[in-house]
């Protein structure tokens, strides 16, 4: 008798603090993969050995992956933390892999911006203001720039450490507090600001798979209800996307482009654009773009044929399987729930008539009652997810917002 061919054997590396856990576990799982799981924390996995890691010591936390794991097939990051780490990996395994100069520059919303303006991928107008520099030199940047501005923390993500700044004056108090936000999390202190133009118009998230340096689409988002500051809390996801198909394929060639001038080959990026309508052209410019998939539990909101998820494309593209080509898929979405004021949580009334909202698909509340959260641009968590689709994008938007007017959020 044949033996069977053993399955193929995964390297997921997780962080302990991700949304993403379990829909990798799941997609792995319906795969048959052999999955080995490297994290820097306890994972709910119900026994199942895990390498411990530290992202932060990339090469010694290789060195520890390379003694006891074996071969694999392949070296999936979960979640932006262990990007780095899976690169460095992946490389001493002599698997494809994303550069790691790449993956650090996508992680460093400065570089990203240099790199771009070098390769002239379209963009905000921008300065970088180091450290150092006084707040004179602030105010000028924001002044170079024009009002409104927006000014950001460069290695944050999840829109923490971003806000609005309508002159000089608000730039400077802007960056007082991203100050307080980067020192009450550790950062080291000499971490640059970025201060950018701010470009209004719609905008839109663009998910994809890159294999030698070609980037093949899994979804595109439009974001309806994207606020105009001073915070810039993602809230409403909603695919597919309803802009012109012109706009739309430059949409993507913009994402493809910044992609490759940040010398990424291999994997999935998650870029965000905007828009711009100004003076009556439509120009997509870049906002960021990150090595991985949409973050958040965002990826429910997607189904690929045969029912497969975001994460099993993933995973399959990362052992070089097939994944299906792009193409428009019943119209469903994605209300991200953003803290509304900061405080401890009590409570999320109103979960039984949210979940009954016709067209709805999914409700999650993700962080546990009773701990204190933060709104932006201080916190980095959201309250939950809520799915839905339909047969429009407007459906899947009103249901959306219907189910979101039913809950109640108790912070005290």
């Known amino acids: 008798m044949t033996a069977e061919p053993a399955a193929p054997r995964v390297l997921l590396l997780v962080p302990a603090r991700t949304y993403r856990a379990a829909d990798f576990l799941a997609a792995a799982g319906r795969l048959g993969l052999d999955l080995v799981v490297g994290s820097d924390g306890a994972l709910p996995l119900g026994g199942r050995p ?11 936390s290789a060195d520890r992956i390379m003694a006891s794991t074996g071969p694999v097939d392949a070296v999936v990051a979960a979640d932006t933390p262990m990007l780095v780490l899976a690169a460095v990996t992946a490389g001493r395994m002599g698997l494809p892999h994303n550069p790691v100069d790449a993956v650090i520059a996508a992680t460093d919303k400065a570089v990203q911006r240099r790199r771009w303006a070098a390769a002239g ?38 829109s923490q450490g971003i806000l609005r700044a309508d ?7 802007a960056a007082r507090r991203i100050r307080r936000v980067l020192d009450a999390l550790g950062r080291p202190g000499g971490e640059p600001l970025l201060v950018e133009e701010y470009v209004p118009g719609p905008e839109l998230s663009i998910d994809g798979l890159l294999a030698a340096g070609t980037l093949s689409i899994t979804a595109v988002f439009d974001k309806p209800w994207t606020p105009d500051g001073p915070t810039f809390e993602e809230t409403l996801l909603i695919t597919p996307s309803r802009l012109a198909a012109p706009v739309l394929a430059a949409a993507i060639s913009t994402a493809g ?21 100004r003076g009556g052209r439509t120009r ?30 993933v995973l399959a593209h990362a052992l070089g399987r097939p994944t299906p080509a792009y193409r428009d898929r019943r119209p469903s979405g994605v209300l991200m729930l953003p803290v509304p004021r900061p ?40 309250l939950g997810f809520i799915f839905a689709e339909g047969d429009t994008q407007d459906q899947v938007e009103q249901t959306l917002g219907v189910a979101r007017e039913r809950l109640r959020v108790v912070i005290q």
Request: aromatic content about 2%.
């Open 50 to 60: 895990v390498v411990p890691v530290n992202p932060g010591d990339p090469e010694r």
């Open 121 to 158: 991928v379209a963009q905000p107008a921008f300065r970088v203001v180091p450290a150092a520099a006084g707040e004179d030199v602030l105010r000028q940047a924001a002044g170079e720039i024009g009002g409104p501005c927006v000014v950001k923390a460069c290695s944050l993500s999840a």
């Open 167 to 173: 002159d000089p004056a608000a730039a400077v108090a």
């Open 257 to 277: 482009r910044a992609a490759r001038a940040l010398g990424l080959t291999d994997g999935p990026i998650h870029a965000e654009l905007r828009i711009d309508e």
């Open 284 to 313: 997509p410019v870049m906002l960021e773009l990150a090595a991985r998939c949409i973050g958040g539990l965002c990826s429910r909101a997607l189904r690929f044929p045969g029912g497969a998820s975001l994460e099993e494309l």
């Open 343 to 382: 405080g401890v949580l009590r409570a999320v009334e109103g979960r039984t008539e949210a979940a009954a909202t016709p067209g709805l698909t999914g409700l999650s509340i993700t962080i546990p009652l009773g701990q204190r959260v933060s709104p932006l641009p201080e916190g980095d968590r959201y």
